[in-house]
């Protein structure tokens, strides 16, 4: 499984992209092939394969690196082969003179990597005079230009619904662990069920970095993007991400409470129902954000968690325990207070 991958991802990149890339790729060398006359447009359709990617943004990132790439390669190529000759010693020499320029600009790893490439291709194809080189560089740059075209005119990607699904994925899990904690609030756990609820608790934090990433890629997609829908999606999901980061982190604050302080008769305190209900109404309250986006009800239902709990003095055994759910509780009230009230 690590041998494999190391080469294989999760899942598979849209077919889209794969068609893209063929139509980009063959675009390239067909037009270099009739616009340059010379060897085989091979740096055209290496850059168009290339400058293809899942966004308009990285396509143009991908472009400008190739270019600068190229250019600085051939360019190096060319006079130490003006200079020294073809021979095989001195392929070598300008593949390392790239690498040592470009680590000298400070240049990308991928840029560094496209000056060898080029250096080494230029002088082992055979091409030392000055005409070549240019070629070569106005190649590359008409293959860039077709994979951008291509990139944004077939249907420019856009990752918004798998950003949505982290983000009610999350949202679902912190209501479902509200609901879990308030259940074992209320009855007798053994000491196997709370390491379980915890363990599930802490589940939340990896789903939260998905949400994040999910979010991240969904807006480098539309960066750049010449369509304009699911920005204000994506701008609602940011927000309701922001919200309810500090309530996963409170949520595992809560379990990790109950699991180190708990005993059994936790359950006989009067005021843990109170607690248990209000965890409940505040699991309703973190559910109405997925639904003010997917049903109108959101509209019209109220949040369930109004108003902080009032209560009286717990024993002395379990003062600790209460007194820390108490507390996230009020954090967690007030941030879907905020919200309701930032809700028009």
């Known amino acids: 499984m690590r041998l494999t991958s190391a080469f294989r991802a999760p899942r598979r990149i849209p077919l889209l992209q794969v068609v893209k890339s063929a139509i980009a790729t ?10 340059i006359q010379g060897p085989p ?17 990285q396509s143009l990132t991908k472009a400008l690196e190739r270019s600068v790439g190229v250019i600085a390669g051939v360019a190096i190529a060319s006079i130490i082969g003006i200079l020294l000759g073809g021979s095989t010693w001195v392929i070598l020499l300008a593949m390392v003179a790239g ?7 400070k240049m990308t790893a991928g840029t560094a990597n496209q000056v060898a490439i080029s ?26 230009v077709i994979g951008i075209v291509i990139n944004v ?36 756990r053994s000491r196997a069920e709370v390491e379980e609820l915890l363990l599930e608790a802490r589940l939340m934090r990896p789903m939260r970095d998905k949400a994040e990433t999910a979010l991240a890629d969904a807006t480098e997609s539309l960066t750049l993007s010449p369509r304009r829908a699911g920005r204000s999606e994506l701008a609602e ?30 359950s006989a305190e009067p005021v843990v129902r109170d607690i248990a209900t209000q965890l409940r109404r505040a699991a309703h309250d973190v559910r109405l954000l997925v639904r003010s986006v997917t049903d109108d009800r959101a509209d ?17 055994e379990h003062w600790m325990l209460i007194g820390s759910l108490l507390e996230d509780l009020r954090r967690i009230h007030e941030t879907l207070s905020a919200d309701a009230e930032a809700t028009p």
Do not use: C, K
Not at 44 to 51: D, E, K, N, Q
């Open 99 to 105: 690498l040592a320029v470009a680590w000298a600009l």
């Open 41 to 57: 447009p091979v740096f055209a359709a290496i850059a168009a394969l290339l400058v293809v990617q899942p966004s308009v943004n």
């Open 300 to 316: 019209t239902e109220p949040p369930a968690l109004t108003a902080p709990l009032s209560i009286t003095a717990p024993t002395s």
């Open 153 to 188: 005119s077939l249907v420019p990607p856009l990752a918004l619904d798998p950003a949505r699904r982290a983000v009610d994925a999350l949202l679902q899990e912190v209501a479902e662990s509200l609901e879990r904690l308030a259940r074992a609030l209320e009855h007798p």
């Open 119 to 144: 250096a080494l291709l230029v002088l082992a194809l055979g091409g030392t005079s000055p005409e070549y080189a240019v070629d070569r560089v106005l190649e590359t740059l008409l293959g860039a």
């Open 26 to 35: 063959a675009a390239a060398w067909l037009v270099a092939g009739w616009l």
């Open 237 to 266: 999901a940011h927000e309701q991400l922001a919200r309810l980061s500090p309530i996963v982190t409170q949520v595992i604050g809560m379990t990790r409470a109950f699991a180190d302080h708990y005993d059994p008769s936790i």
